[in-house]
């Protein structure tokens, strides 16, 4: 089975300043999906970014980048000009790409809780 | 993209009584999953809904406690059953397209369930 570790119950960040929520996983797969959502207070899932494992080149997403490390088994998201509605929990989640069962669904990370100092 | 209305959006049951969410989408979809998310936790996949077929359970997770419906391809249902306080969570419905499993996932609002 999969699992996924974030790290960072919580991070704090200023307006503007740049922030990088970790991420790693376990797999024996080979090829995979990677994803960060954002959940905010009104509970709505929100993708902010994906990644295929096949792909080396870092997905990015207007101020969203990804840091992919294949090997190490991880992948971390920086948010750079941090505004005020980025706060919010992130959550890391991991998709196999063999399907079937419980495997089309997600794993995800314990999340973590990013705070916004203005 | 999919639109997906999930209702009630919050109750709160009573102990030994059963509570029934149901998930709309607003267009056809191939999978539909079932996740809780405890307070303060992640997201859990209790089971996933296929149209036409038994749900599939995570384990921890068994029918007679969590019975899933799927009649279509745009509706399911999720009971919880013989509800006891640690149930309090909040059950969120997913779809997505097996397809395509890079593909987003698209997330209900949410039930939050209260159990006193």
């Known amino acids: 089975a999969q699992t996924v570790t974030q790290s960072q119950p919580e991070m704090s960040v200023q307006e503007a300043e740049t922030v990088t929520l970790s991420c790693t996983y376990d797999t024996s797969e080979s090829d995979y999906y990677l994803f960060w959502y954002k959940q905010p207070p009104s509970r709505q899932m929100i993708l902010v970014i994906r990644q295929e494992a096949y792909k080396q080149q870092n997905a990015t997403e207007n101020r969203f980048s990804v840091n992919f490390q294949k090997a190490a088994k991880s992948f971390s998201l920086k948010i750079s000009d941090s505004q005020l509605g980025d706060a919010a929990m992130y959550f890391c989640a991991y998709r196999s790409a063999n399907g079937g069962g419980g495997a089309d669904g997600l794993t995800f990370g314990k999340g973590t809780h990013l705070i916004i100092q203005p | 993209s999919a639109v997906i209305s999930q209702k009630p959006s919050r109750d709160i049951c009573q102990r030994g009584t059963s509570l029934t969410i149901q998930c709309q989408v607003d267009s056809q979809v191939t999978m539909m999953f079932w996740y809780r998310q405890q307070p303060g936790q992640s997201l859990t996949l209790i089971a996933t809904a296929n149209q036409g077929s038994e749900a599939t359970y995570e384990s921890g997770f068994v029918i007679d406690k969590f019975p899933i419906s799927r009649p279509n391809l745009t509706f399911s249902t999720l009971t919880v059953s013989n509800m006891s306080p640690e149930d309090s969570s909040i059950y969120l419905c997913?779809?997505?397209?097996?397809?395509?499993?890079?593909?987003?996932?698209?997330f209900g609002q949410g039930t939050r369930l209260t159990v006193v």
């Open positions: 997913s779809v997505a397209a097996r397809l395509l499993p890079n593909t987003e996932a698209f």
